[in-house]
């Protein structure tokens, strides 16, 4: 079992900028991938950005170049430095984990890009 702790979601005016963070109850080490998702109203959950197995890491296009993840170990914590915020980043952004052939989700935290 892995539980995810997600916060740093709000308001933000276009072209801002919002950190969000996920804490694992587990160290990363043990954990063969964790990033992000969102999901807009009415859309799929999509994959944001992601450390894969071997920290890679994987950006959605759509998001390269203005979000960067990053990790501390010692705290088990993931970020999402998120840069450049335009309106159509607003969703409901998740935290999950993939442990043991299982995917883990965190309780989400919305994100919402308006003027």
């Known amino acids: 079992q892995v539980q995810l702790v997600e916060s740093g979601g709000g308001l933000v005016q276009p072209g801002g900028s919002l950190r969000l963070s996920c804490a694992a109850s587990?160290?990363?080490?043990?954990?063969?991938?964790m990033g992000w998702f969102r999901q807009a109203p009415g859309k799929q959950r999509e994959l944001v950005a992601e450390?894969?197995?071997?920290?890679?890491?994987n950006y959605a296009d759509s998001v390269q170049g203005r979000f960067t993840i990053t990790r501390d170990n010692a705290k088990n914590t993931v970020y999402l430095q998120m840069n450049n915020l335009k309106p159509e980043d607003t969703a409901v952004y998740y935290c999950?984990?993939?442990?043991?052939?299982?995917?883990?989700w965190g309780q989400g935290t919305q994100v919402t890009v308006s003027s």
């Open positions: 999950s984990a993939e442990y043991l052939n299982q995917r883990f």
């Open positions: 450390f894969a197995s071997g920290s890679r890491t």
């Open positions: 587990r160290s990363l080490f043990t954990i063969y991938s």
